[in-house]
């Protein structure tokens, strides 16, 4: 956060890829208010939510616990919510499930209908690819026989410094 909040979108690859040991080929960025766009345009995402949220620093709708499907709307204050004991960890968790799914509704979907919604997603991502990129990777994915999905927090620890709380990644245990 503090790459892109200092540096923008060139800090936070930076950052990742120094931290990481990685090479970041591309990137792709949603804003909140393209989210709602984005999984509205997919018909929603279907979610294993790990406990109710009604945050209304986080939106206006309350999130039931279960398995369901979520709205743009819902899907939202599931990625946003910091109600929980483990605030932004748990945050973090849900954007990652929240991935996940729409990854897996998108890879789901008839090969045919996904230059339509890759064009509909266009207006809500910023990257640095292009939608014919995007169409590409998509069609490679999906004719694809197996593919894994890997989603993890990192180790870290908290801290605070001159009043201010951090997360600090644990770089020896990363390593």
């Known amino acids: 956060n503090a790459a892109y909040n200092y540096k923008g979108t060139a800090g936070s690859i930076q950052a990742a890829s120094d931290l990481l040991g990685v090479s970041i080929s591309n990137y792709a960025e949603i804003d909140f208010a393209g989210l709602v766009d984005l999984i509205d345009a997919v018909g929603g995402v279907d979610i294993d939510v790990p406990m109710r949220i009604e945050d209304a620093d986080a939106g206006d709708v309350t999130v039931e616990a279960g398995q369901q499907t979520l709205d743009g709307e819902h899907a939202l204050v599931f990625a946003r919510s910091r109600s929980y004991t483990t605030a932004d960890f748990q945050r973090t968790t849900n954007q990652r499930l929240l991935v996940e799914a729409f990854v897996d509704k998108v890879m789901g979907m ?17 990257t640095d690819m292009t939608v014919s990129d995007i169409i590409g ?37 990363l390593a």
């Open 137 to 173: 990777y998509a069609t490679k994915f999906k004719n694809a026989d197996d593919i894994t999905m890997y989603s993890v927090l990192m180790p870290l620890t908290t801290a605070q410094v001159d009043g201010v709380d951090y997360v600090v990644c644990d770089t020896e245990t």
């Open 110 to 126: 008839p090969a045919p209908e996904l230059p339509g919604i890759i064009q509909t997603a266009a207006g809500a991502v910023t």
